[in-house]
């Protein structure tokens, strides 16, 4: 039996299927426009929202403080209290490099 030739010589590497063209990379500013602009989207109907809530309501409401202080220092603390929780810090910190200076550094003595 004679040896196998292989592949005729005008055969090439096989191909391989071309890549999907790939999208045109965002521009970190779009980025941030759109994220901006979905927010305000977002307050805007919360305050339509509690605007048309407010002229169905039957009475006033009279202020109480402690409600006041309440839906003031509340997010303000609840925010604080979250990012202390998700804080972390290295187990054992690295030396602060303090460089060198004074007479000995500089060779003086």
């Known amino acids: ?4 030739p292989g592949p005729p010589p005008e055969a090439g590497p096989p191909l391989e ?3 999907p063209p790939a999208s045109p990379p965002e521009r970190p500013g779009a980025v941030l426009v759109r994220a901006v602009l979905g927010l305000w989207a977002l307050a805007l109907a919360l305050s339509a929202a509690l605007a048309a809530a407010a002229q169905r309501w039957p009475a006033a409401l009279p202020p109480d ?7 003031v ?5 609840l925010m604080a209290l979250w990012l202390a929780a998700a804080w972390r810090l290295e187990p054992h910190p690295q ?10 550094a ?3 003595r």
């Open 65 to 71: 403080g402690r409600l006041v202080w309440a839906l």
């Open 73 to 77: 220092l509340g997010p303000p603390l």
């Open 106 to 108: 500089q060779g003086l």
């Open 17 to 19: 299927a071309a890549p």
């Open 1 to 4: 039996m004679p040896p196998d």
């Open 95 to 104: 030396p602060a490099d303090r460089g060198q200076s004074g007479d000995r």
